[in-house]
C-alpha cells in the first residue's frame, strides 16, 4: 500500500508535492521520494524515513520545476532494505519517464523474464514496480514508432500494459517534454483521482490516491480516474482521458474503506467517515442480535481507525461510549520486531490504559478488524490488567481468512487467527469473553448504501475469491515462502491492521 501524487503546475510544485505526501502519510511510512520536472530534466530525491524527515531545506531546493511526481512507500513485493526501490523510479528510454506506482502485480516473476528475453530491457531491483514501469517504457516505444508522442499513441501504449500486466495498480509517471500520464487498473482496486486548482495564468491539475491530498493542498475535486482508463495532462494543462480496456469490472479494494483510507476522503463517491459510520450501525444491529446489551458497561475503540463504527455502535444502542485506550503517536514504527516479548512491549508503549474506564466494568473493544490476532491479545491482557471484570470484543470487519495479493503485506493463511477456527476458538485465543465479527454482506452495504452504483468490491482477505482470476494456490503458496524469507533475514514481521498506519 503506497500514497502517490502527480502535479502539472503554472509554478514551483516541490512545495506542494510535500505538502501533498504528508497528508498522504498514512498510506506508508517506509520510504518517501519526489522527481519534478525541469524544462527536460529531471530532478530526484528519495530516502527512507517519514516525508517530514526524509525532505531538508537543501533537498527542496533541488527539485526545481512546475512538474512532478511523488510517493510515499509501504513495501509488499520486493524489499524494504535498499533504498534503490523507492520511488518515484526512473528509466531514460524513451524519452525519459519518471514513475510511482501503488498497488501490486501478480505475474511481476513472468513479465521480468519476457522483459529480459523478449524486450531486451533490465531489471535492477526485485520491485515489481520496476518492473510495470518497464512495461510501460517499452510499450510506449512501440506505440510511438521512433517518431514524438502524442495522445493516441500514449493511450495505444497504456491498453498494451493492460493486455500484459495482471493484479493492482494505479500509476502516476512523467513523461520528459510531454506530460503527466496516470491510470488505474481494469478493475480499479487502488484508488486514484483528479482535482484542479485554477490560477490566472491557467488551471493546474493534480492527481493523487485520495480526495484528501487534493482539497488540503486547496484543489477541487474532479472526479475519481474510472478502472482501466488513462488521463494525459500535457505541460500546458490539457488535459485528454480514454477507457484504456474492453469490459473492465469496477472491484474496489474493501479494506480501504475497513482501514487503510483516511476517514476525511471520498472514494467512488464515498465517504470514507460515512462507510465506517454505517458499518459502526450494522455491527450494533448483529451485537444485538448476539450479545445480552444490558451485560455491556461502556464501548470503547482501539485507536485510531475504529472510532467512527465504535461511536456509531454505541449511540445506536444507547450504551456508553468512552476513550479508554489512548495511542502514543510518537512510538517509533513496530512492523519488524524480533520476538514476541518485543512485540508486546512494542504493544504497551503504543496503547496506555485509563484505569478509570476499565475499573469493575464490562467493556466491549471495538477495532477495525483482527488479523493476526497479537495484537488483540495483548489489549485484552491491558485490559483486565486495568481492572475490567468482562472483555468482549467486536470486529468491523468479518474474518480475515486469505492472504491478499493486491497491495496488503498480510500474513500467509498459516499466522491469520481466524483461519480454521470459529468464533469461540478465536475468543478463547485472544482472551476475550465474546467476539462478535461484522458480516460481509454488511460490510459491503455500508458502502452501497452511500453509492448504490458500486456493485462490486475486492474481499478477496475475507472470502479467498481473487478477482484477478489468476491467483491459484501453488501462487499463494509461492508468496507465503517469499514473505517467511523475508521474516527470516528481518528477525520476525508483525503485521496487525490497527498499528499499520502510525499517523492516520
Known sequence: MCGIVGVIGR?????????????????????????????????????????????????????????????????????????????????NAPFGITFAHNGNLTNWRSLRESLFNVDRRHINTNSDSEVLLNVLAHELQTAANGVSLDEGAIFRA???????????????????????????????????CLGR??????????????????????????????????????????????????GAIHAPCIFEYVYFARPDSVLEGVSVYGARLRMGEYLADKLARTLRLGDIDVVMPIPDSSRPAAMQLAARLNLNYREGLIKNR????????PGQSVRKKSVRQKLNTIGLEFKGKNVLLVDDSIVRGTTSREIVDMARAAGANKVYMASAAPPVRYQNVYGIDMPTQKELIATGRDND???????????VYQDIDAMERSITDLNPALKQFDTS???GEYVTGDITPAYLEQ??????????????????????AEDE
Open 158 to 192: 497504456v491498453k498494451a500494459v493492460n493486455q500484459r500486466v495482471k493484479g493492482a495498480y494505479a500509476v502516476i509517471s512523467q513523461i520528459s517534454g510531454y506530460g503527466l500520464l496516470a491510470f488505474r487498473d481494469p478493475h480499479g482496486i487502488r484508488p486514484l
Open 330 to 337: 510518537y512510538v517509533g514504527r513496530t512492523f519488524i520486531m
Open 11 to 91: 509554478g514551483p510544485v516541490n512545495q506542494l508535492l510535500y505538502d501533498s505526501l504528508l497528508l498522504l502519510q498514512h498510506r506508508g511510512q517506509d520510504a518517501a521520494g519526489i522527481a519534478t520536472s525541469n524544462g527536460n530534466h529531471f530532478n530526484m530525491y528519495k530516502a527512507h524515513g517519514l516525508v517530514r524527515d526524509v525532505f531538508r531545506t537543501r533537498n527542496m531546493r533541488s527539485l526545481p520545476g512546475t512538474s512532478g511526481i511523488g510517493q510515499v512507500r509501504y513495501p509488499t513485493a520486493g524489499s524494504s532494505d535498499s533504498v534503490e526501490e523507492a520511488q518515484p523510479f526512473y528509466v
Open 197 to 246: 486548482f485554477d490560477t490566472p495564468q491557467g488551471p493546474e491539475w493534480m492527481v493523487a490516491s485520495e480526495s484528501v491530498a487534493l482539497e488540503g493542498s486547496g484543489f477541487v475535486f474532479v472526479r475519481d480516474i474510472l478502472p482501466g482508463e488513462a488521463i494525459f495532462i500535457s505541460l500546458d494543462g490539457k488535459v485528454s482521458s480514454e477507457l484504456c480496456t474492453v
Open 461 to 463: 482477505c475475507f472470502t
Open 479 to 500: 508468496l507465503g515462502e517469499s514473505r517467511k524469507h523475508s521474516q527470516d533475514e528481518s528477525g520476525g514481521l508483525l503485521f496487525n491492521m490497527g498499528y499499520a
Open 425 to 435: 476458538q478465536i475468543a478463547e485465543i485472544i482472551g476475550a469473553d465474546a467476539l
